[in-house]
């Protein structure tokens, strides 16, 4: 019954490879986020979609690519893997438009390129 | 631009008072939010408050907020072992987006 599922957990791959990360969330909400926390714990925003429509995309590069097949799920895709790269992504949800806002978080798929 | 800031390192002693502080720059800020990441886990919302209130107190957790000064402090009281973690405010202002502190890492020994 986990409310946002992230897969997968832990990801180890090589530099220059594409990967993707899947999030699905079961709250029935419309607003869904990818952040980003460096070695140095600092998490920031990269992408948000509400009802499959990116509504906020930070400065993040070109080789990142979200995916909204459904209002449920939020993928990230990874162009050409960098060392920089690495990182724990985290993936979370809300209502959107509600006034309270209260996002949910993922458990986070750590990252480690090589 | 927005911009939230924490002290990084907090060290108590069991049974005491923690004093979580945290300063920020947007105005309008709607919802200011404290979250606890625990070693190798994700994000848990612990409580938020209304940027029209001044205080709100849930169980051992008291968040002040002084909307004048853009402060935001937490405070956990009768700390215990299981309160170290690090503690993230955010806040949220006219977007969807939340901003995050860099995080205040609370360590509580015996």
């Known amino acids: 019954d986990t409310a946002v599922s992230q897969t997968p957990k832990y990801l180890v791959t090589q530099m220059g490879n594409d990967k993707s990360i899947k999030c699905e969330q079961n709250l029935g909400h419309d607003t869904m986020y990818w952040y980003k926390q460096d070695s140095k714990k600092f998490l920031k925003i990269m992408f948000s979609?509400?009802?499959?429509?990116?509504?906020i995309n930070e400065t993040v590069p070109n080789r990142f690519s979200p995916k909204s097949p459904d209002k449920a799920h939020l993928n990230l895709h990874i162009n050409s893997l960098e060392l920089g790269d690495s990182a724990v992504y985290f993936c979370a949800s809300s209502h959107g438009g509600s006034t309270i806002e209260t996002q949910y978080f993922g458990p986070g798929t750590r990252l480690l390129v090589l | 631009g927005e911009d939230v800031e924490q002290s990084l390192f907090l060290s108590v002693r069991e049974g005491d008072s923690s004093v979580i502080n945290c300063t920020y720059t947007?105005?309008?800020?709607?919802?200011l939010y404290w979250y606890k990441q625990e070693p190798g886990a994700g994000l848990q919302l612990l409580t938020y408050?209304?940027?029209?209130?001044d205080m709100k107190q849930d169980q051992r957790l008291t968040v002040l907020l002084n909307k004048k000064d853009k402060h935001l402090s937490l405070r956990i009281a009768d700390t215990q072992t299981g309160d170290s973690a690090i503690y993230f405010c955010a806040e949220k202002g006219n977007t969807d987006k939340l901003i995050f502190g860099t995080g205040t890492r609370l360590q509580v020994f015996p």
């Open positions: 979609y509400n009802n499959k429509e990116l509504i």
């Open positions: 947007d105005s309008s800020s709607t919802y």
């Open positions: 408050i209304f940027s029209n209130m």
